[in-house]
Every structure is written in C-alpha cells, then in structure tokens.
C-alpha cells in the first residue's frame, strides 16, 4: 500500500491566481481537503474547479476529527489541509492532529 501524505498546501492571501499549479494538482489529487472555513475555500475550489471532498476543520471540532483523519491517512488515503489564506500551521488544528499523525509512523 503506498504511504499516505498529509499536504499542508498554502493558500492564497489575496490573489486566487497565486494558487501555484502544484497547489492545484495536490488539491486534485488527495481524497479530501481539510479546511478552517469551508465556504472561503469552496470559493477558491470552485473557481479552479476543483471537486475534493472538503471538510470543515476547525477549533470547534479538530478533536472529534482527528482519530478519523489520522485512520484515514493510516489507510493509504491522502489528504490537504489548507487555511483561510496564507500557510496553515500555528493558528490551525493541524497543530494537534498533524503531532498525532507523526506519533504514529506516516507522513
């Protein structure tokens, strides 16, 4: 089974159009994308159309998800985690789940 990638993609600040090819490719390709505000990132999804499942992490709810999300990266699938705009990591979730996913072996 190929190793599953949690990608910690960074979002554009202002300009939908600095959203890098990469960025756009990885976003394709994971089965879903985890996202602080769900309506902002549709936004930025539906003008590349791109149709990942997205999935609101937040706060409010990163303990309920984070045991799913790290089985499902445990099972070989791999996910994005994006922010509101800029590079998600100290004022996200991704703080807490992302230490729980390196605890246990995956990328």
Same mark, same amino acid.
């Given at each position: 089974?190929?190793? $599953?990638?949690? *990608?910690?993609?960074? @979002?554009?600040?202002?300009?939908?159009?600095?959203?890098?090819?990469?960025?756009?490719?990885?976003?394709?390709?994971? $089965? $879903?994308?985890?996202?602080?505000?769900?309506? /902002?990132?549709?936004?930025?999804?539906? *003008?590349?159309?791109?149709?990942?499942?997205?999935?609101?992490? *937040?706060? *409010?709810?990163?303990?309920?998800?984070?045991? +799913?999300?790290?089985?499902?990266?445990?099972?070989?699938?791999?996910?994005?985690?994006?922010?509101? $705009?800029? @590079?998600?990591?100290?004022?996200?979730?991704?703080?807490?789940?992302?230490?729980?996913?390196? /605890? +246990?072996?995956? +990328?």
């Amino acid at each position: 089974m190929p190793v $599953a990638t949690l *990608h910690i993609v960074a @979002t554009p600040i202002g300009n939908l159009g600095d959203l890098s090819p990469r960025a756009q490719q990885v976003l394709r390709e994971v $089965a $879903a994308i985890c996202a602080e505000d769900t309506r /902002r990132s549709g936004q930025l999804l539906a *003008h590349f159309g791109i149709g990942t499942p997205l999935l609101a992490l *937040h706060e *409010h709810n990163e303990q309920q998800l984070a045991e +799913r999300l790290v089985a499902r990266l445990l099972g070989g699938e791999s996910l994005a985690l994006v922010s509101d $705009a800029g @590079t998600p990591w100290s004022a996200t979730p991704v703080t807490g789940w992302c230490g729980r996913r390196a /605890r +246990r072996g995956s +990328r």
